[in-house]
């Protein structure tokens, strides 16, 4: 039945998982097409053993990509093909500007070790995937009119992966615009293993912008030195930054922002920089639980720079609209902070300079906003949205480069 959507505007999304977001039928044809067998033979029967209705661990919910990944892993038309649907998805939830992360070598064959979902050796490389992502995105983008941008993931269990993700982000970088740092945060001391120390240092010296997992199940101080040590500029989702109110404090004035999905969500939250914030999904994983404030809603108290994110549609069972749905439901969200939230997302990407301010006035335009002049834009100011308080985190946008603590002899 159809829903009126919670937030019938342009949106803009920062966190959400290419190998996350893939349509069952494709996994169901490719699966048949290759001769790989599926645990279900049916949209409905695939979906129910994929996707999760109730809380489950972090690495109980990193397994559930078992199931379905070596239907598409290692096959050029797959790989394309999830790049190209994944536009349709955007289009029909009113995206008009996303950053989607996956990690090529979890998708590819050949010149990897090890190689991911018992693959036998084939002939795609992590080089050949970045490719094929990119043509897919160029597609998508033609025939659906949503911009994207790509991330490349760096896999905690296997930093010797990532020197060579830094070094693809570079050969590529007219499209992938950022590296990031995904998977199983349990693994004690992994987001400091030496390999991806090395690419974050290299990514510093290079110019290219940083996020990280971290946040959802480690503990303030895990955030603490993820941001002191790999430079991150967005974090993911880092509600237990909440754990540490001076952390917190800091993250806020340094205009941190959390890339936040109610799925992925925790018990505590913080409310930093550029955070990414998943409601549902945090319930699922167990990163929150409904009898506590949801870290989202802190953010929001307290004008933080946050945005809303799906992570992944496919295995949390739900849209971009249910995390507004469930926001404006059930946490008091309205028109106004969407508009506010989409605004700091827009503020937030990785885009180029020029690009950004594109963005930004589309957004502005849309929502019947008078688009500061650029050079110094607010993230929200009480002149172009009287309704909310004048306490709002200004910052300067021409500023493109690594943030002011931000150098390499930290790392």
């Given at each position: 039945?159809?829903?009126?959507?919670?937030?019938?505007?342009?949106?803009?999304?920062?966190?959400?998982?290419?190998?996350?977001?893939?349509?069952?039928?494709?996994?169901?044809?490719?699966?048949?097409?290759?001769?790989?067998?599926?645990?279900?033979?049916?949209?409905?029967?695939?979906?129910?053993?994929?996707?999760?209705?109730?809380?489950?661990?972090?690495?109980?919910?990193?397994?559930?990509?078992?199931?379905?990944?070596?239907a598409i892993a290692g096959c050029r038309e797959a790989i394309k093909r999830i790049a190209y649907e994944f536009f349709q998805m955007k289009a029909k939830e009113g995206v008009v500007y996303v950053?989607?992360?996956?990690?090529?070598?979890?998708?590819?064959?050949?010149?990897?070790?090890?190689?991911?979902?018992?693959?036998?050796?084939?002939?795609?490389?992590?080089?050949?995937?970045?490719?094929?992502?990119?043509?897919?995105?160029?597609?998508?983008?033609?025939?659906?009119?949503?911009?994207v941008r790509t991330i490349l993931c760096c896999m905690r269990h296997q930093p010797n992966w990532s020197p060579e993700v830094v070094e693809l982000c570079k050969k590529y970088r007219h499209n992938v615009v950022a590296i990031d740092l995904a998977g199983d945060e349990t693994i004690e001391g992994s987001s400091f293993f030496e390999g991806h120390l090395k690419a974050y240092k290299e990514a510093v010296r290079s110019g290219f912008h940083r996020t990280v997992h971290a946040g959802e199940v480690g503990s303030a101080?895990?955030?603490?030195?993820?941001?002191?040590?790999?430079?991150?500029?967005?974090?993911?989702?880092?509600?237990?930054?909440?754990?540490?109110?001076?952390?917190?404090?800091?993250?806020?004035?340094?205009?941190?922002?959390?890339?936040?999905?109610?799925?992925?969500?925790?018990?505590?939250?913080?409310?930093?920089?550029?955070?990414r914030c998943l409601p549902w999904?945090?319930?699922?994983?167990?990163?929150?639980?409904?009898?506590?404030?949801?870290?989202?809603?802190?953010?929001?108290?307290?004008?933080?720079?946050y945005s809303l994110n799906m992570d992944d549609p496919l295995i949390f069972k739900s849209t971009l609209d249910t995390d507004y749905q469930m926001t404006k439901r059930s946490m008091g969200f309205t028109e106004e902070e969407f508009k506010r939230l989409n605004i700091n997302a827009a503020q937030s990407s990785f885009l180029p300079e020029d690009k950004r301010e594109e963005l930004l006035h589309l957004l502005y335009e849309a929502y019947g906003m008078v688009a500061p002049a650029s050079g110094y834009v607010p993230i929200w100011a009480p002149e172009h949205y009287p309704a909310l308080a004048p306490d709002c985190f200004l910052w300067d946008c021409e500023q493109d480069a690594l943030p002011f603590w931000a150098s390499t002899n930290d790392i």
């Open positions: 039945m159809y829903q009126t959507p919670a937030f019938n505007k342009p949106k803009v999304e920062l966190h959400v998982h290419l190998d996350g977001a893939i349509k069952p039928e494709t996994i169901l044809y490719y699966g048949k097409k290759r001769g790989i067998p599926l645990p279900a033979d049916t949209v409905e029967e695939l979906q129910n053993i994929i996707g999760i209705d109730k809380p489950f661990t972090l690495p109980e919910f990193l397994a559930k990509f078992d199931y379905y990944m070596p950053e989607v992360r996956y990690s090529p070598h979890l998708l590819a064959n050949s010149k990897v070790k090890p190689i991911a979902w018992n693959q036998p050796e084939g002939d795609v490389t992590p080089d050949d995937v970045v490719a094929l992502v990119i043509q897919g995105v160029q597609e998508g983008e033609r025939d659906f009119g949503v911009k101080e895990d955030v603490r030195q993820a941001v002191d040590r790999l430079k991150m500029e967005r974090l993911g989702p880092g509600y237990h930054t909440l754990e540490d109110e001076a952390l917190y404090k800091r993250l806020l004035q340094e205009n941190m922002h959390f890339e936040c999905d109610l799925e992925l969500s925790l018990p505590t939250a913080p409310t930093p920089p550029a955070l999904s945090s319930y699922l994983t167990g990163a929150w639980k409904p009898e506590t404030e949801h870290a989202v809603i802190r953010f929001k108290n307290d004008k933080g720079n």
